[in-house]
């Protein structure tokens, strides 16, 4: 299969489960999933009409950026994120989607380029209560999310999550209703707020029926990621 039969799949998938949740398709971002992936590979997504790519590892990243910095790409950085690191990702990203600490987001408004608009964010949440998992609980996410909204370099964009895979079918769905749930509370409550990050290569069905507004896809896209070295 051909990056090109990858992607129309992918739309296919897209489309079909937004229908039957009585959806539209356009209201399901695609965001393509990079790490792992070569400029090259990048870059033929990109000419066939992607334009949102998510890379987890700074380093990998900033290898990476240069040789597409011709291409008009909207960058979200989607991995657990080290403060120290924290500048990097304020310069080279549009997105972080995985902000679970008031004092990441602080460095991260502080480091933002004022000639680059302000940063958007999604806040993490470990839905499942995984130990190997970043992300704040669901009870913490109304209070971080009202001293996000108030850093001025940051825009509040959503929430972003990563359910168990490993559970049955009845409780992934829960997962992806519950986050749905807080999204909808925490629009109630910040106007700006639009996305709702959840769905991968292998759910993305059953998350897109319980309400995401972004999924992010990466095997599906590009095939099996090679193991890490
Ligand atoms: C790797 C990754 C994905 C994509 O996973 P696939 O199963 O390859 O689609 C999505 N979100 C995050 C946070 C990831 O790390």
């Not at 995985?98 to 993490?124: F, H, K």
């Not at 964009?157 to 986050?179: K, V």
């Not at 749930?181 to 700006?192: R, V």
Request: net charge negative; glycine share 6%.
């Amino acid at each position: 299969m051909s990056i090109a039969d990858n992607l129309k799949n992918v739309r296919l998938r897209i489309q079909k489960a937004a229908k039957n949740a009585g959806r539209g398709e356009t209201d399901i971002h695609l965001l393509a999933v990079s790490k792992t992936r070569s400029p090259d590979e990048i870059r033929a997504l990109h000419e066939l009409g992607q334009k949102a790519f998510g890379e987890n590892y700074v380093q990998e990243a900033l290898d990476k950026l240069p040789a597409l910095a011709d291409c008009s790409i909207e960058w979200h950085f989607i991995g657990p994120l080290q403060s120290n690191k924290s500048r990097a990702v304020a310069t080279h990203f549009d997105w972080v989607h995985s902000v679970d600490r008031l004092r990441l987001a602080e460095r991260l408004s502080q480091q933002r380029p004022a000639n680059l608009g302000p940063l958007n964010i999604c806040i993490q949440i470990n839905i499942d209560n995984e130990e190997s998992k970043s992300g704040i609980a669901l009870s913490e996410l109304e209070s971080l999310a009202q001293q996000i909204a108030a850093l001025p370099q940051l825009r509040l964009r959503g929430i972003m999550a990563i359910p168990d895979p490993d559970q049955e079918a009845s409780s992934l769905a829960q997962s992806f209703a519950n986050l749905k749930s807080a999204f909808d509370q925490l629009k109630s409550l910040h106007p700006e707020v639009d996305t709702l990050s959840m769905g991968m290569s292998d759910d993305m069905e059953c998350a897109i029926a319980e309400g995401s507004t972004q999924v992010r896809i990466g095997t599906a896209l590009f095939g099996p990621r090679p193991p890490k070295p």
